[in-house]
């Protein structure tokens, strides 16, 4: 049975349309990224699964049960952690974990257990007495993401857990996500607007204008590309850019980083670029294309977080 | 079954907010005790009041009513101050249900009520109020049963307002206009036909009026309560049905505020 389906999955507020004909499965234990520009519909399709939002047309189905007709039983089997953070502040980051443990109704006994683990795990324990109003906004996403698996759910949704953080602590926040997945069989589904986030996960979907665009492993969907990314400066790129169509009969586009080319061969390509161009570059860099090229090549845009 | 860890972590939450935030806690505290001593001793001064019954001593229910008044409606509008600071979503997804929320949420109005009304009745004998066990018991009960049905008024308000921004405009055109007409400040009988209208559908009244059966003595007359005391606890139980019914419907719709929220 897959973790979470949806089949044509529509949300409307009024004549927007922000999430539209959202087709998906999600394996059990699958860490899934969900990725896409702002305003993209990612938030939407979380809270629909969610049971928070009902949808204006189709179906989605969490841990096997209906969103809207057994919101109930989705709630058991889930936990959320939300873009924005819903910590009490006025409480401490024991009393925040407290509360949380209630509102599922485990007894004091298993909640004492469970937030002790959960301190360790995600380094809090020194905090825990601590107002959640004090502490800085690393800790405060930590106690967040702290507070969305001490009920251990089976899917565990995160709704850009690590935006606004310094690269460190991304870095260990994806290690806790990771140890969560490993002991607990979690399935993960996370937004992120960050390409080399998406990059580590089992699958990514792309979505833009509320529609799925992609769909597939990171290295399938970079498998469009034969080749290497060239990225070139120069001070007129667009004349280049005529240049270098007619030279080779290769497409590059204009971007904010400069010229990109996609080549089948970028080492021995870049001899005879320079050899024809040279005085009108300043500089190049070649790199295996990465998500964003993906984007770019679905879309005609550049991913623009 | 009653989900009762839920609806007692809801309610150890609101206690530990109220005693948190020091302004809150002091203008409860300090607000009966303005319009009790200096508002009630002035107009005592230039009133004449039948015999038996001292206006200081017609005003303490009055006086109990608001401070009942002013804490359900304030437990009841965190609910606004939760949604926009986003604890609301996370009691949302929980798998609680929505009356359970709702219920939650008028238990610790009542109970936060019950706190500051209990303070206030250790001054009773010092205005000329004995109070016994009997009358400690009974004004427990009506507490709780006034505290409930403003409290459910207020959720039901709640679910109409989207910020709190909204919040004066509710102070002034709800809880000023139901404490100045609710017999707390002079008696209903005394009051124009027109105005006494409005006056039994304002819950307080019954309230009120329940704190003067077990409060004021009987030779009280005119000060004395306005409506029989069977009708006054009728009239409560319906109100809180109603609201607390109707405040469980609406919140349902609450879902689609999460986003509003989330601005
Ligand atoms: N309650 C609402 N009422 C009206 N429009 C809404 C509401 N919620 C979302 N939208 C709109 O729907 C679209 C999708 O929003 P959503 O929050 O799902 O995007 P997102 O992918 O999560 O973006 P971000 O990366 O900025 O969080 C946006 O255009 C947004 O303005
Ligand atoms: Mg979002």
Request: hydrophobic share 50%; charged share 20%; with cysteine.
């Amino acid at each position: 049975m897959p973790a979470i389906v949806t089949e044509n999955l529509v949300k409307r507020f009024g004549d927007l349309t922000a999430v539209d004909g959202l087709t998906i499965e999600v394996r059990p234990g699958e860490l899934f990224a969900f990725l896409g520009p702002n305003g993209a519909g990612k938030t939407t399709t979380i809270h629909m699964l969610c049971t928070l939002l009902r949808p204006t047309a189709g179906s989605a189905r969490v841990a096997g049960h209906d969103c809207v007709k057994e919101a109930w039983a989705v709630r058991r089997a889930i936990g959320l952690v939300f873009q924005e953070s819903t910590l009490d502040k006025d409480l401490t980051a024991y009393e925040n974990l407290w509360f949380a443990c209630c509102l599922q109704n485990l007894t004091s006994r298993v909640a004492t257990e469970r937030i002790a683990e959960i301190l360790r795990l995600f380094e809090l324990t020194d905090r825990k007495d601590h107002m959640t109003k004090h502490l800085s906004g690393g800790l405060r996403r930590r106690l967040d993401i702290a507070r969305g698996v001490l009920h251990r759910p089976r899917i565990l949704f995160l709704d850009e857990p690590t935006v606004g953080l310094d690269p460190q602590a991304r870095r260990q926040i994806w290690q806790f996500l990771d140890t969560l997945r490993r002991q607990e069989e979690t399935t993960l589904f996370v937004t992120t607007h960050y390409l080399e986030e998406a990059e580590t996960c089992d699958r990514v979907g792309i979505i833009d204008h509320g529609r799925l665009i992609a769909l597939d492993t990171p290295e399938e969907l970079k498998q469009v590309f034969k080749g290497d990314v060239v990225q070139i400066r120069s001070d007129r790129l667009n004349e280049l850019a005529r240049a270098i169509r007619e030279e080779f009969q290769l497409s590059p586009q204009v971007t904010d980083r400069g010229l990109l080319l996609e080549v089948t061969d970028g080492e021995a390509f870049l001899p005879m670029l320079i050899r024809s161009f040279g005085d009108q570059i300043a500089g190049i860099n070649i790199q295996r294309p990465s998500l964003n090229e993906v984007f770019l090549h679905l879309t005609g845009r550049e991913f623009k977080p | 079954m009653i989900p009762l860890r839920p609806i007692q972590s809801i309610v150890v939450r609101e206690f530990k907010r109220f005693f948190r935030q020091r302004g809150r806690l002091l203008s409860a505290l300090a607000r009966p005790l303005l319009w009790l001593f200096i508002l009630g001793t002035g107009i005592t001064r230039i009133v004449e009041t039948p015999a038996g019954v001292s206006y200081l001593q017609f005003l303490f229910p009055g006086v109990l009513g608001m401070v009942v008044l002013f804490s359900s409606i304030h437990s009841a509008l965190s609910t606004v101050y939760d949604r926009e600071f986003g604890v609301m979503r996370l009691i949302l997804v929980a798998p609680i249900s929505r009356l359970t929320i709702v219920s939650a949420k008028v238990a610790s109005g009542s109970l936060l009520s019950l706190f500051q009304a209990a303070i206030l009745l250790c001054l009773a004998p010092l205005i000329g109020l004995p109070l016994g066990l009997g009358q400690i018991l009974l004004l427990t009960v009506y507490v709780l049963l006034t505290a409930v049905a403003i409290t459910g008024v207020g959720m039901l308000l709640a679910s109409r307002i989207d910020s709190l921004e909204n919040f004066a405009g509710v102070m002034n055109f709800v809880v000023f206009p139901m404490f100045f007409l609710s017999g707390g400040l002079y008696p209903v009988k005394l009051l124009p036909a027109t105005l006494q209208w409005v006056i039994y559908v304002n819950p307080l009244a019954y309230g009120i009026d329940l704190f003067k059966h077990a409060l004021l003595p009987v030779e009280a007359m005119t000060l004395g309560p306005d409506f029989p005391l069977a009708s006054n606890l009728g009239v409560l139980v319906a109100f809180s049905a109603v609201t607390i019914a109707a405040a469980t419907s609406l919140f349902d719709k609450e879902a689609r505020l999460v986003r509003l929220a989330a601005r």
